[in-house]
C-alpha cells in the first residue's frame, strides 16, 4: 500500500496510463452482491489494442487481505471461493463471514478496504478499493461523494481602496483581470476588454469625484464653487456681493438750432480708429468684440447752446469761484436749464500759461442745480450792458471742492473763459444688451438650470432717474455692490421673469429665478420646484433679454468712449447732429466680484462685525444713528398694553424737521432690524428749555458792556468767530445729557474781564442765581448743582428775546467801568 495518496485528477490520469501499459495491471473497484455474500473486483481494463492479463493469474486467499477504518488488523473473513473467468477483466470472491463472537469479526456498518498484497505486476496506486456491507440505511448526507479533499482556494489579490481616479481604477481592474482571466493578454487599446475596462475606470473617476465633491462643498471652508460658498454664507445671512458695473458723465456735443431728445439705452462706445462721434450698425458689429460698451440710463434733451456755457465773470480782471462754491452766474439766458440737470465744472485754459494743453485736469467736477433763475431784468448785476444773464444753484454735497479760475491777468493780457461750464450731460451705465438669447429646452425630469451663453453678466443697482434729480451728482456714480442685482430678465410669451435674491417669499405662482454665478463667469439661472417659486413646464420657451459687462473693466479713463451707435429706428436722424461724445470724468464705480477666499475670512464674524438685529433701547439708538441723515439718536423700550414699543428720538443733521416724510424713509430702514411683536415709533426730540440767571463780578479795567456782550456770546448757540462753538450749540448737547452748574461757571470765568461768579449764599448781600427748567418751579436743580435731562430729551438755551421758550440766559454784573 502506497503512503502517498493521489487526488482525483492525479489518479484518473494514472488509469489511463495502466489502461496502455502491456504488463501493469491495478483494482480498479470493488462491487458487493450480499445474496450470496460475494465481492466482484474490477480491474482497469486494457486500453484498445493492447493485449495483456488484466486479472493477476494465481490469487489466493494469502494474497487479499481486508481492514476496517484506521485499523490495520486484517478481519477474519472465509474465503469460499476465488474464481476468474478467462478474457473477463472481473475477479469474483465469496466470502462468508466469521463467528460473532470473533472481536475480528467483521461489522456491516464499517468501510473496509481490501488490498492486493505479494501481486506481481500490480500498480501500487491501485492494489486496494473500498467495500462496505451495509445495507437498507438511510442517510441524511447526499449519496454523491464529496472530494476527498477540497481544492485549495486561489489566491487573493490585495485591492488599492485608495484608487480614487481614472488611472488607478484602470489599473486595479487590469491587475485584477490578469489574475482572474490569465488567457487574457492583449491589452492594447483596440481590444475589447480593454475598452470595457476603460469605460468601467471612467464611470468610477466620476463617481468618485462626485463623492469627494458632496463632501467638499459641503463645508464653507472647503467648497471650492463659487455658488456653493455664496449659498453657505446666505445661510448666516452673509450677502457675498458679485460686482457691480461703471457708470459716467458723458456729454454730447451737438450742432443745430433744434433740440435733440436722445433716448435711455441709447448705445456708447470707447474710442477706435474712427474719428466719427456716430458709428454705423455694421461697422458697430464687427468692432464689437473690442469695445466696451455703455448705455445711457436716462433720457436727455441736447441742447446747441449747452455744449459750452460761459460764466459771467462781473467784468473783473481777477474772478474764480472759491472752494466750497454751491452758486455761479452764467452769461446769456439759458431757460432750457431745469432743476436736476448735470453741469460739469471744467477748467479749459491753465491760468497761469493761458495754453489748453497745460490746463489741469483734475479741476472738473459735476453738480446737481437746484436752482435755475434767467434775469431778464438786469437784477443780477444792474452795471452789466444789456444782456441776460443766469443764477445757478446747485446742492451743497456738490460744493465745489477746488477754486476755479474764470478770468485772470496773465502779463499785458486779461484770461477770460478759463473754466466753462458743460451742459447735454447724461448718466451712461456699463454693460451691452443681449436681446432675447433662446434658453436651452426644459427636461423632462431633471431641475432646470440653463446657462446663459455670454459670461459676465451685470450686475448694478436700480436707477431712479426721478430721485437721483433730488441727490447730489457725485451719489449717481457711487454703487454698493451688495444692493446690486442681475441686469436680466426672462420672458415667456406675454408673462415676464424676474430676477430675486432667493425663492424663499417667493408661492408657487411667481414667476421668480435666482442667478448664480461660477467663478469662471458664467451665469446659471435657477428656478423654484412648484412649491418655492414657479417650476417651468417642458413645454416652456424661455428667451433671456440681458446684459454683460461688469467689474473694474469698465472703469475707463478721461475722453475713453467717444462714440454713439444710432439705433435702426432714427426717424428724427440725430446721430447726424451730433458732433462730439466725450466722457470729461473718468467713469467710476466698477467692482469685480468679491474674492471667494475674503468671504471665507469675513462670514464667519458677520455676526460680530455687524449686528443685524436690535434686542434692546442701545441696539436701536446705535442701529438709528447709522443712517446718513441722523445726527443724534435716543431710544427707550416702553409697555403700551399688549406689546412693546420702542420709542426712537431723532435729531436730524442741519436741525431739519422730523417731517411724516423722513419718519416713514426712517421706519422703512428701522424695519428689517426690529424684532417681532415690537412697534415702533419716531418721534422729535423734546427740546427742554434752560432758564440761567448769573451774578458776574467784572474785573478791574474791564467794561461791564463789553464783558456782557462776552459772556452772551460765549454761551450762545452759534459758530464763534475764533473757529469755536458757543456753550449752548446744538451739536454740544445730546439726548439724556445733563447740564451742570460747575459747567457754566468754568465757562463764564473763561472769559476775559470775568473776575468771578456769585454762589449762592455767597457774601452778605443776596445775588440773584437762578438754575432751572424754563415754565416750571424749581426742583433743587441749584442746590444738587445739574439739572437732569432724561432719555428723549435735550437741553436747549437759544437765549432770543422773541422768543424765551427755547431757554434764556440772563447776566447780573457787579464792577467795572
Known sequence: MSEFQLDETSRKQRRTAISQHTRLTGLDFIEVNFKPLRLLLHFIPAAQGIEKTVVPANIKPENIKITSGLSTTPLNFNLSDVEHQVGSSVLRIDLMNASPSDPNAADSSSLYTLELVNVPNLDRFFSQATFSLETDRISEFDSVALPRRLPKPPLELEIDYLARDYGSFRQLMLDRLSVLMPEWREHHPADLGTTLVEVLAYAGDRLSYYQDAVATEAYLGTARRRISVKRHAQLIDYRMHEGCNARAWVQIQIRGDHKASLPPGTLLATKTESAEPTLAQPVYQALKPQLQMFETLHVIDLVQTHNQILFYDWGLEEFYLPKGAISAVLQNGFSDLKVGDVLILEEILSPTTGQAEDANINHRHPIRLTNVAVDDEDRIDPLRSPGRLTQIEWITADALPFPLFISRRQGNQILRAISVARGNIVLAEHGRRIKEEPLSPVPERQRYCPRLQQAELTHAVPYDHAQAQTQPASSALVQDPRDAIPMINLYENEETWWARRDLLSSDRFACDFVVETESDGFAYLRFGDGVRGKQPKQTSHLSATYRVGNGTHGNVGQHAIAHLIPADADPLNIHEQIIQVRNPLPAQGGTDPENIEQVRLYAPQVFHAE?????????????????????????????????????????????????????????????????????LKIVAPQYVPIDIALTVKVAAGYFASTVKQSLLEAFSNADLPNGQQGFFHPDRFTFGQSVYFSQVVQAAMQVPGVAGVYLPQQGDQPVEIKFQRWGAAAQGELENGKIPISSLEIARLDNTASAPNNGRITFHLQGGL
Not at 617 to 628: I, L, Q, S
Not at 634 to 651: D, E, I, N, P, Q
Request: aromatic fraction near 14%; charge should be positive.
Open 611 to 679: 449686528q443685524q438685529r436690535c434686542i434692546n433701547a442701545d441696539d436701536y439708538k446705535w442701529m438709528t444713528e447709522r443712517h446718513p441723515e441722523v445726527q443724534q439718536a435716543s431710544a427707550v423700550l416702553r409697555w403700551t398694553g399688549s406689546w412693546y414699543t420702542a420709542f426712537v428720538a431723532v435729531k436730524r443733521r442741519g436741525n431739519q424737521p422730523i417731517d411724516p416724510a423722513f419718519q416713514q424713509t426712517l421706519l422703512n430702514y428701522l424695519e428689517r432690524y426690529r424684532l417681532a411683536g415690537y412697534d
